[in-house]
């Protein structure tokens, strides 16, 4: 069973949590608590095979912005959020992008998310907007709603593929806890 670890950056107020939760458990949390770190973990299967996801929830707010190296350094896997009812929380996710691109030695494996998409008599950027961006960022794009669950499972499932392939090709994005090991026939090595 292979094992990663993803970290969801962006402001604060764009659902951080209510994803992580709702990926997690299932459920909504509607109040707005401010985190400034949190795990969630879940077992879940993705093309027949079973994996271990487990989600850091970042703080979005400026004052932790020292921690966000940390939260990058230990990811494997990011989801950079908006609110799409929030302009602000959409232009500011360059800073997330940079952290990530600063920290990592290798292109990040990430996704963009505009989350809040049961608001859409609230929003402010468009999914045309959110798909240019993501193009900018050479990275996938879903819209999510944490409140109702829409595309919520399916973002972890596009990650954790977008994992394993990086795996495969040979760039691996972080260590995993329990590498698979390799058989090697009939032969014995005497040390």
């Known amino acids: 069973m292979d094992s990663w670890r ?9 659902g951080k949590t209510a994803l992580a939760v709702q990926f997690t458990l299932n459920c909504f949390v509607g109040t707005y608590d401010p985190t400034i770190e949190d795990a969630y973990r879940k077992q879940m299967v993705v093309d027949n095979r079973m994996c271990f996801v487990e989600v850091i929830d970042t703080a979005g707010q400026e004052e932790y912005a020292a921690l966000r190296d940390q939260w990058v350094r230990e990811g494997q896997g990011f989801v950079l959020v908006y609110s799409i009812a929030s302009r602000a929380s959409f232009d500011r996710l360059e800073i997330f992008r940079q952290s990530m691109l600063r920290v990592k030695r290798t292109k990040p494996i990430f996704m963009l998310v505009g989350n809040k998409c049961d608001k859409s008599n609230e929003r402010e950027v468009t999914r045309d907007e959110g798909v240019e961006l993501a193009r900018t960022f050479e990275c996938e ?9 829409v595309n919520v499972e399916r973002l ?26 390799r058989r090697r026939g009939n032969r014995c090595t005497i040390v």
């Open 6 to 14: 993803v970290a969801v950056l962006g402001d604060g107020g764009v």
């Open 141 to 149: 794009f879903l819209e999510t709603s944490a409140k109702t669950g």
């Open 156 to 181: 972890f499932t596009l990650l954790v593929r977008k994992l394993r392939d990086a795996r495969h090709d040979g760039s691996p994005p972080g260590p995993t806890p329990n590498p698979p090991r």
